[in-house]
């Protein structure tokens, strides 16, 4: 202990020094900063605000609607008169229709985990528009690509539903009918064709790997490595069944991953008082993040810190270090 203390007076005192002050970025003054939720005013507790997981809830829903929405108008304009486009993965591997049912089984057991560990956080409210804003993020893009790509089925095998027109009300029963099967075949079966860049299940399964892992107890931490061994299990049973392309794969996990990635990025930017300097920032979406950060408690953020003040002596000796780099 009484190390650890010297070795904090010897950080602070060196981030002070007149001389060495101009290597450390200045906190970001701009943004408000509840450092603990905890904290009591007049004798009361101060609450977590819950209007911004609501509004993060409206835009999951808005979302998934929009896709929904892409996906029955988007059949009527898929090109049917094609065969499959050439893939790498074709090419090596033979068609398994049944395989499909092994991706979306691995994706049930992914996501249920992922709204237990959500649902009983400790910081729920926090977690859950966190996740919220990530899904809506990404399936926003899906609706985009949807829209704006349409290429033939990835195999001759898949039944697609005969076209007809694109009237409003077409498109509203088609909305209606396949809503709440939520993409699960097994919930199911496909009739529309379309919806191929990009992956819809992709995206599913690498969030909720993504939210397992970062927000699980660290004692059910062993479980995430399985978890990570599934999800490429998932991907690889879809491309084997053709649901999608390869490049629809990819393009569902880059996706997802990076935009979960560089939310939580700027969240622990945002804590770490350094968000207005921060490259990420520069996002269209980060307004969004003092939205939904700035009554997060700040013990909530330590495992996504770059730097820590307490952690050891390290610190002391590799600033020492980058200070005669910069000399």
């Known amino acids: ?23 450390f970025i200045k906190p970001d003054s701009r943004y408000s900063i509840d450092d603990d939720i905890s904290v009591k005013i007049d004798g009361k507790q101060l609450e977590v605000r819950k209007w ?19 996906l029955a108008w988007v059949h009527e304009r898929v090109p049917d008169d094609y065969h499959p486009l050439p893939d790498l993965f074709f090419s090596h591997f033979p068609e398994i229709r049944g395989a499909i049912r092994i991706a979306e089984y691995i994706m049930m057991i992914l996501l249920i985990s992922a709204l237990l560990v959500m649902f009983t956080h400790q910081h729920r409210w926090i977690v859950i528009r966190r996740v919220f804003f990530c899904i809506a ?4 893009f899906r609706a985009l690509c949807v829209t704006i790509f349409q290429v033939p089925v990835p195999s001759i095998n898949t039944y697609c539903a005969p076209k007809s027109n ?17 993409g699960i075949e097994q919930l199911r079966p496909r009739e529309l064709c379309g919806d191929l860049i990009v992956s819809g299940h992709t ?25 990570h061994v599934l999800a490429f299990t998932a991907l690889f049973s879809i491309l084997l069944a053709r649901k ?15 935009i979960f990635m560089e939310y939580h990025a700027l969240a622990a930017s945002y804590h770490n008082r350094t968000f207005e300097t921060n490259p990420l920032a520069w996002s269209f979406w980060s307004f969004f993040i003092p939205i939904f950060e700035c009554d997060a408690p700040a013990n909530m953020h330590n495992h996504l810190l770059l730097y820590n ?10 600033l020492k270090k980058s200070r005669r780099s910069f000399e």
């Not at 694109?166 to 939520?182: C, D, I, P, T």
């Not at 995206?203 to 107890?217: C, G, Q, R």
């Open 52 to 70: 911004p997981t609501l509004l993060a809830t409206a835009m999951v829903g808005v979302g998934w609607l929009s896709n929904e929405v892409a």
């Open 137 to 140: 993020m990404a399936y926003s």
């Open 309 to 318: 003040r307490s952690t050891s002596s390290k610190n002391v000796s590799t």
């Open 203 to 227: 995206l599913t399964i690498f969030t909720a790997f993504l939210v397992f892992k970062t927000y699980a107890p660290q004692r059910l931490q062993p479980l995430s490595h399985i978890y």
């Open 166 to 182: 694109s009237s409003l009300e077409l498109v509203a029963g088609r909305v209606v009918k396949m809503f709440w099967s939520a």
């Open 1 to 23: 202990m009484k190390k650890d203390a010297e070795n904090e007076n010897l950080l602070h005192a060196y981030e002070h020094d007149e001389q060495s002050s101009k290597y």
């Open 244 to 258: 999608h392309y390869m490049i629809d794969i990819v393009l569902g996990y880059t996706v997802s991953t990076r």
